[in-house]
């Protein structure tokens, strides 16, 4: 299989022009920082932020397929969640979290590409270092929102090919030391991950500190055995807004679902393996650690929760002519 390029899987990595038709625009984004809105070039951010000196911070990334912003309310929740564990005080209510996102999509109207999909990126810190470091003196909050081209092609040919996994000597952070439900901006341990991971061409999949499967570094892993969907328990992974949607639409189409503790026994005997994550939706898993599943990929059960998500979202990865970009 054609080894995957990792940038492009995670959004990092602008595609060429040749490559991706639709994610061309007719400028650059516009960007909210504190409460203006303006151009990139124009965004400044302190060298002393305690995001760039410390990781110090929360974020949150929102699908935006066409002009829809996907599960925003989700993501704002969990937004906050993150905010009052870190305990940041963005300035902000929810509620003006989601006018100022709503402000800033309608600003950049006609600057995103037609029917192209984007990640809108909340970010957050605690702001402004002083010279005594010390975490209370810090403030106000740095509050940025932006939007992100995704390579869609890319996913495209995930959905056909699915992403090979393996298993990382990196383990999970447990949450007795910082909680993996917060999506917390220091990501040096799923980057660790990543980095060990690509040393295989491969992506991370990470374990529990007791060898128990958690999740990748940047989704929620999911497997399917006798037609049980199977996935980690919330304890040692980020609760996915993806996640969430995957159980209802599990709901929906009466597809038995269970969340349990699960080891690499359990991905060799499974039919099916894919991943969730809020801009790939579900995408299958071609092997871990060179366990293929039962089922060819995508199974069956894997492209009814891909149509599923299709019909929830108004946008198909699979009706993108791959070939022709
Ligand atoms: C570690 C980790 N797990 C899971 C996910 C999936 O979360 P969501 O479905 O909310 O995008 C992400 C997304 O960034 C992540 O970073």
Partial sequence: MESQCELCFRGLHYPRAAEKKEVLMTGDPLIYLNGDIVETADARISPFDRGFLWGDG???VTPCFGDELYRLEDHIDRLYRSLRYVRIDPGLTPAEMTEATEKLLAANADRLGANAMYRVGHWITRGEDTPSMRVHAAGPGTVMIFFRPVDTA?????YAEGVTLT???VRRNPPECVETRAKVTSKMNQILAELDAASRDSLPLMLDLDGNIAETSV????????????TAPERNILEGVTRKVLFELCERLDIPLEEKLFTMYDVAQAEECFITSSAICATPVSSVDGFAPKLDIPGPITTRLIDAFAADTGYDFRQLDVAAE
Avoid: C, K, M, Q
């Fill in 154 to 158: 890319a996913i495209a040919r995930n």
């Fill in 58 to 60: 929360v974020y949150e």
């Fill in 219 to 230: 989704a929620n892993f999911f497997l399917v055995r006798d037609g049980v969907v199977w």
């Fill in 167 to 169: 298993v990382s000597s």
